[in-house]
């Protein structure tokens, strides 16, 4: 019987999460994601090859467009790992150790109770705000949340039966295989894992560890894992996603160990290390609602009173879990890597509200069984227009604003992964400005890159930039390689690697943009104009006020029908309101004051906290006489800056 409500929890999650799940695609790693699967090319490290060959799988279904079906992935990974959350949470349950009361017991029907709280816990970690953001969106860290749940129940199982004593060790070896598989999404989960993994199998079973059997387990392990022979294997192909060229056995290596991400690592100080304890900290609590996080944490209590060995296998979970999130800098999507402790809240949970349950009274019982069974409605009351991304349609207005002034075969820089990705999407699946040329400078500091993406997709260009671009991957190749190397030099050749493409483009009339920021150096003779949401590079020094309007859609930025998560809040957003200031700045010059005026308020409209469009206010209002104004304008730049020099100076000569 409970299998077949174990089955239904997932049917539930899922019904809960098809209203939600992204139609399009959306900010960070998606684009670039949807992208390799399609093609089945290499994502970035460490290139999650079993989510990429299931993407591909998914990518074929008759589901409204590719980046929907991929966000649908993600949905099907999330619902799958709550209906493993309820198997796993039975199997604890069923090794916990009676408790001891004085009470005469009530008449209970505990395989009825464990299995309403199991279901309960199942669909309360669906809702947990973490796992259901991710399940709308085409991310790798839900078909990761389901094989982690899958590897703890097999192992949980494998237990009973040892504790039974008829163990089936074939368990072990299909949890040894679940684990390379989960190797082979989001190795460092698995990795961190592992201390848990190993406390549990040696409080069941020593001699695991010094027998045939320890073999078998680890080929069972490496099949799973094999999967990484995707890479060199897609590399050789030379798919147009190729991020890191794995097609060597150095590359491979420098690819499935996230090498460019190493410095990420450990580098952390005591300002970071506390603002992501309170970071946590405020998460942890919204996880799975303030009662719920109580409710973990006492039923996490009641693991080690009752039993011990799943209480240090679980902690071990955690602690590592933290170790690494805490030490670990990253611009986005951090909250996914709490998800393991997460998964630990939700399974610690059932444990109290069964606890509770058989200390009350007969007639308190159902009223407590209740309250939980309640809980995870509560919690998807709470985190539903958060999750919801069916209408989010953010990245892709970013893509379209940003090209909307980009001519016929111009070129475009840009170093902001929050349009590259989703354009990469949009550019190589649904065909969009295919005639542009769209280069991430950052990504320029990769070989793989240059002689592999630019190469293929733009020929003449890199043909005609020939000599630039040796000379820089020469220099390129010892920073590659460890060797040691010339970061000035480096960073010239560079410089010159991006000019001769801005050099190749105007010598053909073809226009040039640029997102900001930019590499200093990069185009430095030329003059910089303002279009919407790029700066458009002209070779003579005419002033352009008639180029700067151009119209932009909103949908969701500033309209409140999305909720805005914290990249769109953190990042777009200041894009915008940097952009519509510059725009602002750049009318003032020729003093279109009214003009400017109007730029830079939808500016502090969608950035109250930029400062120097407060300063660029006042000056106007001062220009225009207005002193009133112009102070109040002062003021508010030095009270989010008190360091802004232009707004102190604007103000002392107002009192002059």
Excluded at 310 to 322: E, Q
Aim: hydrophobic share 45%; with cysteine.
């Amino acid at each position: 019987m409970y299998k077949k409500i174990a089955a239904l929890v997932p049917v539930v999650a899922l019904a809960g999460y098809l209203p939600t799940y992204a139609r399009q695609v959306t900010l960070v790693d998606s684009g670039e994601l949807i992208t390799a699967s399609t093609l089945l090319g290499v994502a970035h490290p460490p290139g999650f090859p079993l989510y990429v060959l299931l993407g591909h799988i998914f990518s074929k279904l008759p589901l409204g467009s590719i980046a929907a079906r991929l966000a649908f992935m993600s949905t099907f990974w999330a619902a799958t790992a709550s209906g493993v959350v309820t198997l796993l949470v039975l199997e604890i349950l069923s090794l916990l150790k009676p408790i001891k009361t004085q009470k005469k017991k009530a008449f209970t029907l505990p395989q009825q109770v464990d299995v309403t709280v199991a279901t309960a816990a199942g669909i309360l970690f669906a809702s947990s705000a973490t796992l259901w953001y991710y399940a709308a969106v085409a991310e790798v860290y839900t078909l990761n949340s389901a094989l982690v749940a899958v590897i703890l129940w097999l192992i949980f199982r494998w237990r009973r039966t040892n504790l039974l004593g008829t163990p089936d060790d074939k368990l072990l070896l299909f949890a040894a295989a679940f684990y390379g598989l989960g190797l082979a999404v989001h190795h460092v989960t698995l990795i961190l894992l592992l201390p848990a993994i190993l406390v549990l199998v040696w409080k069941t079973n020593k001699r695991l560890f010094f027998g045939k059997k320890l073999a078998w387990i680890c080929l069972s392990s490496l099949a799973g894992l094999a999967v990484y022979l995707y890479l060199p294997l897609a590399a050789a192909r030379n798919p147009i996603i190729n991020w890191g060229d794995p097609s060597s056995w150095e590359r491979f290596y420098w690819h499935i160990s996230g090498k460019q991400y190493q410095v990420n690592l450990f580098s952390t100080d005591a300002d970071f290390l506390s603002r992501e304890i309170r970071f946590f900290l405020g998460l942890i609590s919204n996880e799975i609602t303030p009662v719920g996080l109580v409710l973990g944490c006492y039923g996490f209590y009641l693991l080690y009173l009752r039993e011990r060995t799943i209480f240090w296998s679980l902690l071990s979970a955690v602690i590592f879990n933290l170790l690494y999130a805490f030490n670990y800098e990253i611009a986005e999507d951090k909250d996914a890597y709490y998800l393991t402790t997460s998964l630990v809240l939700a399974i610690s949970c059932p444990i109290a509200a069964r606890h509770v349950y058989e200390l009350s009274s007969k007639q308190r019982q159902v009223i407590v069984i209740a309250a939980f069974c309640l809980l995870p409605a509560v919690s998807f009351y709470l985190h539903y227009q958060r999750s919801d991304k069916s209408k989010y349609m953010i990245a892709v207005d970013l893509v379209e604003n940003v090209m909307k002034p980009i001519g016929r075969g111009g070129l475009l820089l840009t170093a902001d992964w929050q349009f590259y990705s989703p354009y990469l999407y949009l550019r190589h699946i649904e065909g969009f400005r295919t005639d542009a040329t769209v280069i991430d400078v950052n990504l320029v500091r990769r070989s793989w890159y240059v002689y592999g993406y630019l190469t293929k997709e733009y020929p003449e260009m890199m043909q005609y930039c020939k000599q630039e671009v040796d000379a820089y991957m020469g220099e390129l190749w010892s920073f590659e390689h460890d060797q040691p190397y010339d970061a000035n030099s480096i960073s010239k050749k560079f410089v010159a690697v991006i000019n001769a493409f801005i050099r190749y483009h105007m010598e053909s009339s073809r226009p040039v943009f640029s997102t900001i920021p930019m590499e200093p150096g990069v185009g430095s003779s030329l003059n910089w104009v303002p279009q919407g949401l790029v700066l458009r590079l002209y070779e003579d020094r005419i002033y352009r006020p008639e180029e700067v309007k151009v119209g932009l859609q909103l949908r969701g930025l500033t309209d409140g029908t999305v909720y805005l998560d914290d990249t769109a809040r953190k990042k777009v957003l200041p894009f915008y309101a940097s952009m519509f200031a510059n725009c602002g700045i750049y009318l003032s010059l020729g003093k279109r004051y009214e003009e400017a005026l109007e730029m830079l308020k939808q500016s502090v409209n969608l950035n109250p906290k930029l400062d120097k469009a407060y300063e660029v206010i006042g000056d106007i209002h001062r220009e225009k006489g207005n002193k009133q104004e112009a102070a109040a304008a002062y003021r508010m730049a030095l009270a989010i800056n008190p360091d802004n020099k232009g707004a102190k100076d604007g103000l002392s000569r107002l009192i002059d």
